[in-house]
């Protein structure tokens, strides 16, 4: 669906833009994108970004030519091959300061691995081309952010990450990561990881052995945090203003609450790199992939996120620095 919300993104942000937006990718499927979801301005091929004009158009097409024919709708090698370079000329740009940020649509990362790059995704291909020793997702829905303790891996395996010293350190990072945001004293939120935050060890000892000794060791550090509060319940009182920022003990935790919310107001930063980031947090939708269906919503809200980034000068932070603890 990539090319359908890119040029949908393009018509509802034509008279809102606050920098410069030039869409990566190859011309010629773009333009049959243009055709199908009635784009008023005929696109304008690029060959560099040298060739871009400096108002604010948002009819330049970046070229990228296919090394391969790719076939709708289909995961193969070839797309992701293509992926592949669209990302790589978009972090040479920004790697080299001719352009300032990176919003991205979904990717599929089986076509990924069949081509070659396996077990990567965004995120994980752009940290090992900008060569930063970490990066890290961050996600935005409202007002409120949502921080990782751990991601991509089994839930066993994060339910054994989950210990004084990482939670811990996330707090802290998370903590300067937000005030280089612009929050003076942000106010962080801690869920359980078991029913009722194991109802004084009823149901697990997650709680007391690990998350409260690390909430009492980071207050006395300063920090405004509050928990263990029940996972059922924080992602809410995060919503209605409770909280600016959450830790979520691992990837569902977050990823339910916040896509149960509003499944395309979900927009991920990623900080660590040096430059902006952000991106959608949707898949690739195969199954309606140019039918006309296809909610742009995430992608306008990712993109004007990066355009207020930028405006601010924000992204570029300390805590983008800070090599990561765990």
């Not at 939120?189 to 007391?208: A, M, Q, R, S, V």
């Amino acid at each position: 669906m990539g090319p359908e919300i890119c040029i949908k993104t393009m018509k509802f942000l034509h008279a809102l833009q606050s920098v410069k937006i030039i869409p990566v990718g190859n011309f010629k499927i773009l333009c049959k994108a243009a055709r199908l979801f009635e784009y008023s301005s005929p696109l304008v091929k690029l060959s560099s970004i040298e060739e871009a004009r400096d108002f604010l158009s948002n009819n330049e097409v970046l070229n990228i030519e296919l090394e391969d024919e790719i076939k709708t709708g289909k995961v193969s090698s070839e797309s992701g091959r293509h992926t592949y370079n669209i990302l790589k000329t978009c972090s040479t740009l920004c790697l080299q300061g001719k352009t300032t940020g990176i919003v991205t649509c979904p990717i599929n990362k089986e076509a990924l691995q069949l081509a070659g790059y396996n077990g990567e995704g965004h995120t994980e291909i752009l940290k090992n081309l900008a060569y930063v020793p970490w990066v890290e997702t961050v996600f935005c829905i409202e007002k409120l952010k949502i921080f990782f303790l751990s991601r991509h891996v089994s839930l066993q395996k994060a339910i054994s990450l989950i210990t004084k010293d990482t939670v811990l350190s996330a707090l802290i990072k998370m903590d300067n990561c937000m005030k280089d945001m612009g929050y003076q004293e942000p106010r962080l939120g801690l869920p359980g990881l078991n029913p009722h935050c194991g109802d004084g060890g009823l149901f697990g000892k997650e709680e007391i052995e690990e998350l409260i000794p690390a909430v009492m060791e980071a207050r006395k550090k300063g920090i405004n945090v509050k928990g263990p509060v029940g996972a059922d319940s924080i992602y809410h009182l995060g919503i209605q203003g409770e909280f600016d920022a959450i830790l979520s003990l691992y990837h569902d935790q977050g990823h339910i609450a916040s896509k149960t919310y509003n499944f395309y107001k979900t927009v991920t930063i990623t900080l660590g790199l040096p430059y902006i980031r952000t991106s959608v947090d949707h898949g690739t939708g195969y199954d309606i992939a140019w039918k006309g269906v296809a909610n742009p919503e995430s992608l306008i809200r990712a993109t004007s996120i990066a355009m207020d980034l930028i405006e601010k000068n924000e992204g570029f932070s300390p805590c983008c620095h800070t090599e990561k603890k765990w």
